[in-house]
Structures are given as C-alpha cells and as structure tokens.
C-alpha cells in the first residue's frame, strides 16, 4: 500500500507541475488539450494536413 501512496504523490506532483507551466504555453487555436503537438501553425508554403491535396 505504500507504493501506491507513493505513486500517488508523484502523479499529485506532477499535476502541479503542469498546472503552473500550462499558462506558459501558447492558447490552442482549435481548443483542444495537447497543443505541444499542434501548436504552431503549418507554414503557408504547404497546406494544412486537414484539407485534402488536390487530384
């Protein structure tokens, strides 16, 4: 049972840790969670993945 009270405290901590470095990210343009993955923006030299490419 220590273990998971262990485990436990660890998970809390890293909550917290999140928490304090969320308001550092930039906000999420499509307003979903992750936006370290889809934060920025394609360049305009390729279409956005979502659109279908032509042909």
Do not use: C
């Not at 890293?14 to 343009?29: F, K, M, S, T």
């Amino acid at each position: 049972m220590e273990i998971m009270v262990v485990v436990f405290r660890i998970g809390e901590n890293i909550q917290v840790l999140a928490d304090a470095a969320r308001p550092a990210w930039p906000p999420p343009a499509t307003g979903q969670p992750g936006t370290a993955q889809g934060a920025p923006p394609p360049p305009s030299s390729q279409p956005p993945p979502s659109s279908t490419p032509p042909g």
